[in-house]
């Protein structure tokens, strides 16, 4: 059994990290303290432990000593229950939070729609966010729905696919279904602008 | 007399051009046809006398057999009087045009105002954007001026200084003073938005 | 305990890993199956343990069934003694390994001197490397040191400070001393060489 | 006619220029003063007058007063004639003689060999190169021939071209045939080398 060669190739399945980054990494570990080490396999032997996905939101969170099924943020009541943010991955959400701009509750449907994807009610938690939109609708008067997906053709499928589950519950709870806006981001310059971002700044102007 | 060293100089001027890149361009000048070099500076000798700056909007535009003081968009009866466009450059104007999502008219500033500019009055076309203000909106109903300026630093910087200049006229006139929308644009990834873009991104939600 | 945010930390401090694609990391593991976590730690566990340091060169290897202090490399007797290469890094030595032009020895030094470091003999291996060097030069006909440095400033001044340590003992032994060839690397193209690697290039024609 | 337009697309000719670059220096010579317009399209119109090819080297050179064909390297007799080193552009010499390693004459060949280029002889300046050798080698005293093409596929395609048709020159006068040097250049790391360069560094090590 060769260790070096066996973490090398586990690092490389991280995400963005390449077979030599991966060896890089593993003779940063050989060089580290023994403690270093031993904190990191306890760490990750914790992990899943010591986690928990929120059974309303569906993130992941660190477990309390009092056992709960939902995260801080489901538990809070403070939250406005009648808005519900839907976004592809635990970091959408928390960059979200980050901007103190928002105070209603999230579904993270873990994953996104690749475009001309045969099954995609299998890339995401489908029958999970169905299920939560229904019962929101009736004991938390849900009224708005907000798409939080990438600007990009993967998350814009993604933001159609949902569109399109999501009508009938929309029609039928009369929900506002809404999409984060279009325009100018930060650092946009308009001599290299796309037209459609344009088109976008043009018709949301205010 | 150096011609190449003179020339690689002048070309080390042009935006965006070192003097590596502009001795690049002198020796592929050297290595052209006679013919591409004559057409070259017959254009650049016709430049100036064939091109006119629009006594309405400020923009260059080739001057045509019939003497005009006018670009084709300011003389064109289709566009909207109600409507102007601040622009900082021809160039932004030019890609607002390529999206098809505006059919008002426009004033170039030439230019934009650096943080802490202390004589901003000097940076841009301000006389003449007060008086073409006033008189459109006396003579040509104006209802909407637009700030189209770059979502940077000093496109920020520009917008404040035009919206300080513009109030009174804006008050007087009972003016409406817009910016362009702001938000995700083609491309942006909300794992890797700055917190500024999605508070936009929020508040314009539709 | 929040066990996400410590491992983000712990993943921030890997070599060229930022705390946002650390916190990447985590949620990557997070979702991955639980035997992968457990290979996962089981091999962290085992490293160190079954990993160690070659007594000679000073590299890692995997320890064998039959207890050994000498490395794959060091305990070749096809490896030519009388050739010694100095290098900074594991990875170092493992990529001039794939050239295949080496068949002498290594020494590690496990590290660089950086410029104006007050006491740079406790950066490197410097009491080790001295002893090899006496001991080789004894017992194994040594007739040749090599410093294979990168050719930054931080390697160029390990070199300086390698020859300054060195220059007794290459002269006792009557050692020659060598450093890796200089010239065009692999993509350099002349118009834009700086001058020392024209200089290099120049040098050493053949 | 439309100068902005045709002038952009004279400048999208300039080596590593774009269309929208190209009108970026349209509008930024639309800005500036006649006088900086003038003097361009002067320095334009004389630089083919003012500018001749070295009847021995053939690199291009300001004309003198008193009329030369030969630049002032290949005019110095302080020069060493045993030498010739075959580049591919002007630039290439210009790099070189800025590194002050090299004090024989030069040849500049104006182009280089694509790779599976049916008739690489209408690529350079092969008749003319031939000439010279057999005329240096005469007159000169020849000694040596360097072959100073960049370390990339068309550099190699062109360099064993080079090797291929001077063969016979070089058995018939006994010359020496070099390249430049290669190894580590400039930057180098050891760590993100490629088995060409360590190979090479390995080889030329000194």
Sequence with gaps: MDPIRKLTEIFSEFPGIGPRQARRFVYFLLTRQTGYLKNLTFLLNELKGSTTICQSCFRF???DKTPTTLCPICRDDGRDKTELTIVSKDID???IEK????TGLY????????ILEKSPATKIRQKELMETITKRAKNDG?????LAMNLNPEGEN???????ILRPEIKKHSLKLSTLGRGLSTGTELEYSDTE?????????A
């Design 158 to 164: 993604t933001r159609e696919y949902l569109e399109s």
């Design 142 to 146: 849900l009224k708005e729905i907000i």
């Design 93 to 95: 959400l928390e960059n």
């Design 197 to 205: 971002t344009i088109k976008n700044a043009w018709k949301n102007r």
């Design 99 to 102: 901007a103190h701009v928002y």
């Design 107 to 114: 579904f993270v449907i873990g994953g996104s729609v690749p």
């Design 61 to 63: 969170f660190p477990k």
